[in-house]
């Protein structure tokens, strides 16, 4: 499970990688609340034809027999043979009445119970015929201000597109609202909203309350629903709200992707056209958050809230689209790219304290946006966060902008535009945004297109009057602080920002170039062969072997990865220490004469993303950049590898910041739950758990720079992987020039086998903060036991098997959860263990109910094997979806890279699937994991 192995620490993620920013983790908290839950509708308007290209966009309006249709027609190398369907209805929660709270969510949920055509659980069986998973591939939400339903399609050519435009016709118009299917709803729904919501000490509640002050949204919160009255919900109650709103004249039909428009527009007119409606259009009314009547300082905390934020808004209201109004936002955004780059540059000045900033421009309503500038901090210092926010920002509008920041923004966001292929999801978002808030279609082929232009047009004090005018309005202050610490005050909040103001202005830097020592020579390439799936390999005098793949799905950019096989598993436990703090100062760490800070504006301006890390298993450099830099970037990775000097101030910086962000959590009510995760997954091995204080005092640059002489610099039995828009003549010639002249390192040492549960457990922990309980259980099998061919194509199968299962038995059929997930791991040759999780949240009262139901429904999954349609349609889907990877850069780039430690070659590692595991034997594996595995469950409780 994806929270077992990388997401479970939380705030605690900070201590393992120190020198990561952590505002936008602290700004989530704020940023997410406005994103999902303050749009509300625009009033109806004449659409401009600005808004869209109508050689590129198909648009007809709605008529009181069928709704909008938006059909955006695209293919491209990362997208073809996909789309993505989408039934927009202009009702959400602000449409209900204060009888109908919760309903609009209700009727949400009750369209996968079952249609008029596809009773029952008919539909949910139809859509997996097709190959589309639900959650997965398809999906709804409901907002304030409307609702979406939407599915993916991954393979058109098997009727998908018909199949799913009749399957959004039903949800418009046929959702069927038995008695019976809403008794089976009612737990599920109650288990969702038990996820969502919070103890009111917390400080969402009451975030809430502050900022949907003198608002009808307060009382239309997607989670303000009890329990009872989703108990109390009645099927008359579904059905008005559905009748009063379902209307065509309030929905929309997007199709956007690899669709044929004559075909699409067939199939929408044959099934959304409807002729005997007798409900009349309700029209919405449209609702907006007062930002007038939000306090203008508030200060929270909460017993589980770990580090500090300072969080500045500015509300403004969005201008009607024009040209001049999409001058003046891009160049607000090239503006606040230079505003966010100079206070990345403050962080190493902090002494550890700022975790990380953040600066973001939402909708929160139809005519309203915020502007939000957040600082994390390990430590509530408050007068620091205004010294660079308040200060910075002042600094700007009264210093302007250097050409040379101005034009690294100018080159960013050209790179942006140039990369950008539209997948159908952005696509059909953008649809989504034009139909209720009149904002602009951007699809590459056209506005986008437009921009390039655009962005050379654009000069700085455009993007400085804009900041100043936003910026001189109404001001709120969100301070979030840590649990015992003094609140601050609003009084005192006004002396910090005072006091900023008044420091003086550093004049601009002027802009450094780095300056590369002289390349050696090379030591040659010792032969070349041609291998299958278009590699060609190269075998380098030095040792190192390159692979190459030519692949155009991001034209012009170019994807490099350095990998050696082990990592942390070969250290001894003294070296373990260093090695996971340096990770981060060798990829971010200062050379050839740039400091850290310097350099990252270097690389920026080049649009090159670096990246250094060392994992339990291996270790490995990773490069991204336009053909045009990426000689500059390969310099810059070449003495990296070669002759890195540690950056001193940035280890000082990152073990500074580990250790207050461990003193923050020292005492914190999650710190018990995650010492006893690492303890129970990982027997406590430092190569996983979290670092002690001690541990990072104790680390020295000594030992850093001891680490990567030894195990990182020269050629470490590296592997190197080319992907991308260039030629194998370019790619040889790079290859010579950077990697065939890095001289021999030492051999390397064994590595060990990744620690793993030996032993059944059964561990209940409370302080969760939550109102549900969290259950992860995971059955551990010696991969010994497994023939080899089990262990891969056939544990991905059982794995879509159990998924759909385990959703039937314990969320459709007996509402115990509202989502289950399951995944196997433990394949790669360093796990030793092969290992079945499954995670699901539950109420508190049912946590035993809902371990035997899981353990149940395997049992009964163990005795009755899938249907051979079945497991042909979940091959048939992965092998979709492996085509279609296999013309992407980034994954191929991934995949060579794993093939070192997974002991195969790249061109096995992307290799079409084959055919499917025999049903009988999904059903002999499960019996095998569950039956000759132990077990260990975890239970976190409120």
Same mark, same amino acid.
């Given at each position: 499970m994806l929270s077992k192995y990388f997401m479970h620490r939380r705030w605690v993620a900070v201590l393992l990688t120190p020198g990561k920013t952590a505002g936008a983790a602290i700004a989530l908290i704020l940023s997410s609340l406005l994103l999902v839950a303050c749009s509300v509708r625009t009033p109806p308007a004449v659409y401009e034809p600005a808004l869209y290209d109508p050689a590129k966009v198909i648009r007809f309006a709605a008529t009181p027999q069928r709704p909008e249709i938006i059909i955006l027609p695209e293919a491209n190398s990362q997208h073809n043979n996909k789309a993505r369907v989408k039934l927009l209805i202009k009702a959400g929660t602000l449409q209900e009445t204060d009888e109908q709270i919760g309903v609009a969510h209700f009727v949400e949920h009750m369209a996968f119970r079952g249609t008029a055509a596809y009773p029952e659980q008919q539909l949910q069986s139809r859509m997996r015929e097709l190959g589309i998973q639900l959650g997965r591939h398809s999906n709804a939400y409901v907002t304030f201000?409307?609702?979406?339903?939407?599915?993916?399609?991954?393979?058109?050519?098997?009727?998908?597109?018909?199949?799913?435009?009749?399957?959004?016709?039903?949800?418009? $118009?046929?959702?069927?609202?038995?008695?019976?299917?809403?008794?089976?709803?009612?737990?599920?729904?109650?288990?969702?909203?038990?996820?969502?919501?919070?103890?009111?000490?917390?400080?969402?509640?009451?975030?809430? #309350?502050?900022?949907?002050?003198?608002?009808?949204?307060?009382?239309?919160?997607?989670?303000?629903?009890?329990?009872?009255?989703?108990?109390?919900?009645?099927?008359?109650?579904?059905?008005?709200?559905?009748?009063?709103?379902?209307?065509?004249?309030?929905?929309?039909?997007?199709?956007?992707?690899?669709?044929?428009?004559?075909? @699409?527009?067939?199939?929408?007119?044959?099934?959304?056209?409807?002729?005997?409606?007798? %409900?009349?259009?309700?029209?919405?009314?449209?609702?907006?958050?007062?930002?007038?009547?939000?306090?203008?300082? @508030?200060?929270?905390?909460?017993?589980?809230?770990?580090?500090?934020?300072?969080?500045?808004?500015?509300?403004?209201?969005?201008?009607?689209?024009?040209?001049?109004?999409?001058?003046?936002?891009?160049?607000?955004?090239?503006?606040?790219?230079? *505003?966010?780059?100079?206070?990345?540059? #403050?962080?190493?000045?902090?002494?550890?304290?700022?975790?990380?900033?953040?600066?973001?421009?939402?909708?929160?309503?139809?005519n309203v946006r915020t502007l939000t500038m957040t600082v994390a901090l390990t430590e509530a210092d408050f007068a620091l966060a205004y010294a660079y926010l308040e200060h910075e920002l002042q600094r700007l509008l009264a210093l302007g902008i250097s050409?040379?920041?101005?034009?690294?923004?100018?080159?960013?966001?050209?790179?942006?535009?140039?990369?950008?292929?539209?997948?159908?999801?952005?696509?059909?978002?953008?649809?989504?945004?034009?139909?209720?808030?009149?904002?602009?279609?951007?699809?590459?082929?056209?506005?986008?297109? +437009?921009?390039?232009?655009?962005?050379?047009?654009?000069?700085?004090?455009?993007?400085?009057?804009?900041?100043? #005018?936003?910026?001189?309005?109404?001001?709120?202050?969100?301070?979030?602080?840590?649990?015992?610490?003094?609140?601050? @005050?609003?009084?005192?909040?006004?002396? $910090?920002?005072?006091?900023?103001?008044?420091?003086?202005?550093?004049?601009?830097?002027?802009?450094?170039?780095?300056?590369?020592?002289?390349?050696?020579? %090379?030591?040659?390439?010792?032969?070349?062969?041609?291998?299958?799936?278009g590699f060609i390999e190269w075998q380098l005098a030095n040792g190192i072997t390159a692979y190459y793949r030519y692949s155009a799905s991001e034209p012009g950019r170019v994807f490099i990865d350095l990998s050696a096989k082990n990592g942390t598993n070969q250290l001894s436990d003294e070296q373990v220490v260093a090695a996971r703090l340096a990770s981060n100062i060798i990829r971010d760490g200062g050379q050839a004469g740039l400091n850290s800070v310097e350099l990252k504006q270097w690389r920026d301006k080049l649009d090159i993303d670096q990246g250094f890390y060392v994992d339990f298993a291996d270790?490995?450099?990773?490069?991204?950049?336009? *053909?045009? %830099?990426?000689?500059?970037?390969?310099?810059?990775?070449?003495?990296?590898?070669?002759?890195?000097?540690?950056?001193?101030?940035?280890?000082?910086?990152?073990?500074?910041?580990?250790?207050q962000l461990w003193q923050q959590m020292k005492d914190h009510p999650h710190l018990a739950w995650y010492q006893a995760r690492d303890n129970s997954y990982w027997q406590d091995d430092i190569? $996983? +758990?979290?670092?002690?204080?001690?541990?990072?005092?104790?680390?020295?640059?000594?030992?850093?720079?001891?680490? $990567?002489?030894?195990?990182?610099?020269?050629?470490?039995?590296?592997?190197?992987?080319?992907?991308?828009?260039?030629?194998?003549?370019?790619?040889?010639?790079?290859?010579?020039?950077?990697?065939?002249? *890095?001289?021999?390192?030492?051999?390397?040492?064994?590595?060990?086998? @990744?620690?793993?549960?030996?032993?059944?457990?059964?561990?209940?922990?409370?302080?969760?903060?939550?109102?549900?309980?969290?259950?992860?259980?995971?059955?551990?099998?010696?991969?010994?036991?497994?023939?080899?061919?089990?262990?891969?194509?056939p544990a991905t199968l059982l794995t879509q098997w159990l998924n759909e299962h385990l959703f039937d038995q314990i969320r459709t059929n007996s509402g115990l959860a509202y989502s289950i997930k399951a995944e196997i791991s433990g394949s790669r040759p360093v796990n030793a263990l092969f290992s079945l999780d499954i995670s699901l949240q539950t109420d508190p009262n049912n946590v035993d109910a809902a371990i035997n139901a899981v353990k149940s429904a395997l049992a009964k999954a163990a005795q009755q094997a899938p249907m051979v349609q079945q497991v042909n349609v979940w091959q048939q889907s992965l092998a979709d979806?492996?085509?279609?990877?296999?013309? #992407?850069?980034?994954?191929?780039?991934? +995949?060579?890279?794993?093939?070192?430690?997974?002991?195969?070659?790249?061109?096995?590692?992307?290799?079409?699937?084959?055919?499917?595991?025999?049903?009988?034997?999904?059903?002999?594996?499960?019996?095998?994991?569950?039956?000759?595995?132990?077990i260990v469950e975890l239970v976190w409780l409120p």
């Open positions: 201000d409307h609702t979406a339903y939407w599915l993916d399609l991954n393979d058109l050519g098997r009727g998908q597109l018909d199949a799913a435009l009749e399957v959004l016709a039903q949800w418009a $118009y046929d959702i069927e609202f038995s008695p019976a299917a809403l008794q089976q709803e009612i737990p599920v729904i109650i288990e969702e909203l038990r996820r969502q919501q919070l103890e009111q000490d917390r400080i969402q509640p009451r975030l809430q #309350k502050t900022l949907f002050s003198g608002s009808r949204h307060l009382k239309r919160l997607p989670v303000s629903v009890d329990k009872a009255s989703v108990e109390a919900t009645t099927v008359a109650q579904l059905q008005q709200f559905y009748q009063q709103w379902y209307h065509p004249e309030n929905m929309a039909v997007v199709v956007s992707g690899d669709v044929d428009v004559a075909q @699409t527009l067939a199939l929408i007119e044959q099934y959304f056209v409807k002729t005997n409606l007798v %409900s009349e259009r309700l029209q919405p009314q449209v609702y907006d958050i007062n930002p007038a009547a939000i306090a203008e300082v @508030t200060a929270l905390t909460d017993a589980y809230m770990p580090i500090s934020a300072l969080n500045l808004m500015w509300f403004y209201p969005i201008p009607a689209y024009s040209e001049a109004s999409e001058q003046q936002g891009l160049a607000l955004e090239l503006a606040l790219g230079v *505003l966010r780059n100079r206070l990345n540059s #403050k962080q190493l000045s902090s002494n550890g304290v700022v975790g990380g900033f953040e600066i973001a421009r939402n909708r929160v309503s139809a050409e040379q920041e101005w034009q690294t923004q100018v080159s960013e966001w050209q790179a942006r535009l140039e990369q950008a292929q539209d997948s159908p999801g952005r696509l059909a978002n953008a649809a989504k945004e034009f139909w209720l808030y009149k904002a602009p279609i951007l699809n590459q082929s056209s506005h986008q297109q +437009r921009r390039l232009a655009l962005l050379q047009t654009l000069r700085p004090q455009l993007g400085i009057a804009t900041l100043a #005018k936003i910026t001189s309005g109404r001001n709120i202050t969100v301070a979030l602080y840590p649990h015992g610490a003094e609140a601050p @005050t609003a009084e005192q909040l006004a002396e $910090y920002r005072q006091a900023a103001q008044q420091l003086p202005f550093a004049a601009l830097a002027a802009d450094k170039q780095p300056q590369w020592p002289v390349l050696p020579a %090379s030591l040659g390439i010792k032969a070349e062969h041609k291998r299958p799936d270790r490995s450099f990773y490069l991204a950049a336009p *053909l045009g %830099s990426i000689e500059q970037g390969l310099m810059d990775l070449h003495h990296r590898v070669q002759g890195h000097q540690l950056d001193a101030e940035l280890w000082q910086f990152s073990k500074a910041q580990a250790l190569r $996983y +758990r979290q670092l002690s204080a001690a541990e990072v005092e104790a680390a020295t640059l000594a030992q850093a720079q001891a680490f $990567y002489q030894q195990w990182v610099q020269g050629n470490q039995q590296y592997q190197l992987a080319l992907v991308g828009d260039l030629s194998a003549e370019q790619a040889l010639a790079l290859v010579d020039r950077y990697f065939a002249s *890095l001289p021999m390192a030492k051999p390397q040492g064994e590595g060990r086998l @990744t620690p793993q549960s030996e032993a059944e457990k059964q561990i209940r922990l409370a302080g969760s903060g939550q109102k549900h309980a969290s259950i992860e259980l995971s059955y551990y099998l010696d991969k010994a036991k497994l023939p080899q061919a089990w262990r891969d194509t979806e492996r085509m279609q990877d296999r013309q #992407k850069p980034r994954w191929l780039l991934n +995949r060579i890279g794993y093939s070192l430690i997974e002991n195969q070659t790249p061109w096995q590692s992307i290799a079409p699937l084959g055919e499917p595991a025999a049903p009988d034997s999904l059903a002999q594996l499960l019996r095998q994991i569950t039956e000759q595995g132990h």
